[in-house]
């Protein structure tokens, strides 16, 4: 446990969003055939699934003390999901356990650096701000939230003030929202919750999705413009950080990707982690790229996430350059 002011125990990390299983297919040719045909492929797993619970155990493999909430059903696949996470070390004594309703799952296609994501949303929309104790908030040193679109309607409503809470009580805060599966990508009341967020973390669609721009550099403008910085993640292109006026592009060198599957989430705990190490957002991103790198070296989310000295050691072979905000991308 870390240590916060006055000697009181706190929680390097707070997680809040989603938390289902990811039956993950694998192969040459994933594509279902309809008709009632039947396609052999190269492997299906059961795995952690969902962005918050992806990231929850990267960052408790970087050494993090890690708090999940979330809601899961009372089935087989939400135990499932609680002691795969409590054998990874992630506290789940906030996750609500909804007695009738199913546990979110997601099948998930996967064919080399690309994939095709089917969710059914289950007991994951019944998360609220409610649900989210406020002395886990005020002991925290950082709280992310995923998957803000999944759970726009539920947690969406006070989740402003429950980032403005945790921030009053010392804590920094960020965002990954993910795709927006209606569309929409927003309104006022993401807005808000962007002005009481530290640091924003799209890829680079999501991002020109949620600023209405065309690029990835106006996009990150009129991003920052509403108040976080912003960490663009551009795959195997790197990251974008946009932070005032001060712009960086990191890359590392190529790997071959296994399966890409959570490298997303695995780069926002690596970033999390960079910054609670008193990091410059550039260097976390680069260590962020590492663990999400290193994240796609097997099936699923969270197989291949590494411990910090691995991730460290790959993040000295970024590449950190100062871009002008006005450059395009390469």
């Not at 099936?299 to 291949?304: D, P, R």
Request: with cysteine.
């Amino acid at each position: 446990m870390t240590e916060r002011g006055g000697g009181r125990p706190g929680t390097d990390l707070v997680v809040v969003g989603d938390c289902n299983p990811d039956v993950l297919v694998l192969g040459g040719d994933v594509t279902p055939s309809f008709g009632q045909q039947e396609k052999l492929v190269g492997g299906i797993w059961l795995v952690v699934g969902g962005s918050a619970a992806i990231t929850a155990v990267a960052a408790a493999r970087l050494g993090l003390s890690v708090e999940l909430v979330a809601a899961v059903g009372a089935d087989p696949p939400g135990d499932f999901m609680l002691a795969q996470l409590a054998r990874e070390g992630v506290g789940t004594t906030a996750v609500a356990v909804r007695d009738g309703v199913p546990t979110g799952m997601t099948v998930a296609l996967s064919h080399g650096p690309d994939r095709a994501i089917l969710t059914a949303l289950g007991a994951m929309t019944s998360l609220t701000a409610q649900d989210v104790p406020a002395a886990l908030l005020a002991q925290a040193r950082h709280v992310h939230v995923s998957s803000y679109f999944l759970l726009e309607r539920s947690l969406g409503p006070g989740l402003a003030a429950m980032l403005a809470a945790a921030r009053a009580a010392g804590a920094t805060t960020s965002l990954d929202t993910n795709w927006d599966p209606a569309g929409k990508w927003g309104d006022g009341q993401l807005r808000a919750s962007l002005v009481q967020t530290d640091v924003l973390l799209p890829n680079g669609i999501e991002a020109t999705r949620i600023a209405g721009e065309p690029t990835v550099r106006p996009a990150a403008r009129a991003l920052t413009a509403m108040g976080p910085r912003v960490a663009v993640k551009l795959g195997e292109r790197g990251v974008l950080c946009a932070d005032g006026p001060a712009w960086h592009r990191v890359e590392l060198p190529p790997v071959t990707p296994v399966d890409s599957t959570g490298a997303g989430d695995c780069f926002n705990a690596g970033l999390i982690a960079g910054l609670l190490r008193g990091l410059a957002l550039p260097d976390a991103a680069a260590l962020g790229c590492a663990v999400g790198a290193l994240s796609t070296q097997a099936a699923g989310g969270t197989a291949s996430c590494p411990d910090l000295a691995s991730a460290l050691a790959l993040a000295q072979t970024a590449t950190i350059r100062t871009v002008s905000a006005g450059t395009p991308l390469a």
